[in-house]
T-cell receptor, first 114, second 115 residues
Framework: SQTIHQWPATLVQPVGSPLSLECTVE??????LYWYRQAAGRGLQLLFY??????ISSEVPQNLSASRPQDRQFILSSKKLLLSDSGFYLC?????????????FGAGTRLSVL | AQKVTQAQTEISVVEKEDVTLDCVYE???????LFWYKQPPSGELVFLIR??????QNEISGRYSWNFQKSTSSFNFTITASQVVDSAVYFC????????????FGAGTRLTVKP
């Protein structure tokens, strides 16, 4: 069966520090991968998605970036965090060849920028 | 443009009450998919149901039921005999079938079930 892992679960970082959040998927090949951000009490905002290794699409201009160095690995990064980067970050995957479009989510990373 | 509206920000009920979470959507596509996800306090989004636009048959799964009405562009979710474990944020979402990189989520409804 397929599983998705995200880490760390929580992170407290000072303003201006770098960020690296990792997401890996097991049990499937060539998944579509997604990074979402959920601000406190808000809905989900799609940040990046990837349909293959090295293929990243950005939905929202910001100081965050994403990379997909391996088929089932998706990394969210920042060189210098801002206070506004605080939030709950969720990684998700879906089967690209399936028209069902179900996205399956990881447990999330709660990021606090102080 | 696709849009999902969950007008109810927060709902509070007492255990065993029935509760309906509203979802209204906008799309110009004739083919689309609708979803409900549950986000418990732990944070992970749990997939509950997917519905395609050609299937208006209502669905029941245990205490959960979904009412899809194309005429009113609504896809409402009812929990019968609510339980404390149902407390969570519930999200409705909409996507196009061959562009699953564009799943639009509503803002979510926080349901609190009190004992």
């Amino acid at each position: 069966s397929q599983t998705i892992h995200q880490w760390p679960a929580t992170l407290v970082q000072p303003v201006g520090s770098p960020l690296s959040l990792e997401c890996t998927v097991e049990g499937t090949s060539n998944p579509n991968l997604y990074w979402y951000r959920q601000a406190a009490g808000r809905g989900l905002q799609l940040l990046f998605y990837s349909v293959g290794i090295g293929q990243i699409s950005s939905e929202v201009p910001q100081n965050l970036s994403a990379s997909r160095p391996q088929d089932r690995q998706f990394i969210l990064s920042s060189k210098k965090l801002l206070l506004s980067d605080s939030g709950f970050y969720l990684c998700a995957w879906s089967v690209p060849s399936e028209a069902k479009n179900i996205q399956y989510f990881g447990a999330g990373t709660r990021l606090s920028v102080l | 443009a696709q849009k999902v509206t969950q007008a109810q920000t927060e709902i509070s009920v007492v255990e065993k009450e029935d509760v309906t979470l509203d979802c209204v959507y906008e799309t110009r596509d004739t083919t689309y998919y609708l979803f409900w996800y549950k986000q418990p306090p732990s944070g992970e989004l749990v997939f509950l149901i997917r519905r395609n636009s050609f299937d208006e048959q209502n669905e029941i799964s245990g205490r959960y039921s979904w009412n899809f009405q194309k005429s009113t562009s609504s896809f409402n979710f009812t929990i019968t005999a609510s339980q404390v474990v149902d407390s969570a944020v519930y999200f409705c979402a909409l996507s196009e079938p061959y562009n699953n990189n564009d799943m639009r989520f509503g803002a979510g409804t926080r349901l609190t079930v009190k004992p």
